[in-house]
């Protein structure tokens, strides 16, 4: 199947998303990116903040998070989430996790970075303010998954190890899943030391000299070679090519910001 990828903004009930809507169609399930743009938060979480974790007030995340489901045209109670600690752990999400970490992060899979289900009516979400959201799915086999990827999970290779779960899981071949790459820094905005580069474990031709012992470090590219060489078709990946660091106005950027600033949201259901 090949996707179409026509990537749209969607304004709805005060809040704004990236969608890919006939996809959402054609693979009968409801995906996409939230942005800041509206929303109740204030100061420098100003906008849509979905996490609790950023030291905002939790009663607006939770609006936040009641827009957020109206737009994506999903329940509220469905969001289910895993409290991200940059590892390679991966959850499978069954019907008694539904609505994980909805109203609080303790209740949230613990140092989970990924999460998949074949599950209809549970939308599995990622919050992410520079690192990559990607979205899996199998309109085959019926699965989607999810995985929050900074330079840690990438190093861990946590794309593979989501695709290859989604095959272990359910059976999914690799050659029928779409991958969707969300709202992530550019290379050009994303710069790292030579420390960082000494860790990272996978490819370093994802690192390109900008001065002496800086880089910039290509994310995004390097979570696109890791789904081909898992066997993910190329036509296969979507990449909204959005960077989060630059377009300040739609979205949070932790790089750009610092600490002090919220964070948007990945999510996918399957229906
Ligand atoms: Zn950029």
Request: include cysteine; proline fraction near 3%; charged fraction near 25%.
């Amino acid at each position: 199947m090949k996707p179409d990828s026509v990537i749209q903004l969607r304004k709805r009930g005060g809040a704004t998303a990236v969608t890919v809507p006939r996809l959402e169609q054609a693979t009968k399930l409801r995906l996409g990116f939230t942005t800041r743009l509206d929303g109740v938060s204030r100061g420098s979480y100003a906008g849509c903040n979905l996490s609790f974790e950023v030291g905002d007030d939790d009663g607006a995340v939770v609006e936040n998070r009641r827009w957020a489901a109206r737009l994506l045209r999903v329940p509220f109670e469905s969001l289910t989430f895993c409290s991200q600690a940059h590892g390679d752990e991966m959850a499978v999400v069954t019907k008694e996790d539904r609505g994980r970490g909805l109203f609080s992060s303790r209740q949230a899979f613990t140092g989970r970075d990924a999460m998949v289900t074949n599950l209809l009516g549970i939308t599995l979400c990622i919050l992410t303010a520079d690192c990559l959201p990607l979205i899996l799915i199998d309109p085959e086999r019926r699965a989607a998954g999810v995985a929050h990827l900074g330079w840690k999970g990438t190093s861990l290779k946590l794309a593979m190890k989501t695709v290859f779960k989604l095959g272990q899981e359910y059976a999914s071949k690799a050659e029928d899943i779409l991958a969707i790459l969300g709202p992530a820094i550019c290379p050009q905005c994303y710069e790292v030391d030579d420390a960082l580069k000494e860790k990272f474990l996978g490819d370093d031709k994802v690192f390109r000299r900008i001065a002496p012992r800086h880089y910039s470090f290509d994310l995004v590219g390097a979570n696109k070679a890791q789904l081909l060489e898992a066997g993910v078709k190329e036509e296969n990946i979507i990449d909204t090519n959005l960077c989060t660091a630059k377009y300040l106005d739609y979205f949070y950027s932790h790089r750009a910001e610092g600490a002090s600033t919220g964070r948007q949201m990945a999510a996918v259901m399957l229906r």
